[in-house]
């Protein structure tokens, strides 16, 4: 049974950081994209980063946000760095044998960034 378990999320202040980690378990992911999400209450899920064969990153978080993996451990990271209230989202892991489709989720942490 596959898992994406993630860990990391909270609450920060405007101008902190956080560090979302993802485990997938339940097969072998290195030739799986690893990426993530997130989502406001009422809105679409929108699209924030993976990692795979090519890393790719939303432009609107590009240069503040970090993706890296570790395939030995089947784990993939979100370095969120100056955080703003705007980030405030669930964040939802993903899995994808295809880029851009995920095959699989995560339950997604809060984060939550006060001013």
């Known amino acids: 049974q596959v898992q994406l378990v993630e860990s990391g999320g909270g609450l920060v202040q405007a101008g902190g950081f956080l560090k979302l980690s993802c485990a997938a378990s339940?097969?072998?992911?290195?030739?799986?994209?690893l990426g993530w999400y997130r989502q406001a209450p009422g809105k679409e899920r929108e699209f924030v980063a993976h990692i795979g064969g090519t890393t790719y990153i939303a432009d609107s978080v590009k240069g503040r946000f970090t993706i890296s993996r570790n395939n030995d451990k089947n784990t993939v990271y979100l370095q969120m760095n100056n955080l703003k209230p705007e980030h405030t989202d669930v964040y939802y892991c993903?899995?994808?044998?295809?880029?851009?489709?995920?095959?699989?989720w995560g339950r997604g942490p809060q984060v939550t960034v006060t001013s």
């Open positions: 339940g097969r072998t992911f290195s030739h799986y994209d």
């Open positions: 993903h899995a994808g044998s295809t880029p851009g489709d995920p095959d699989f």
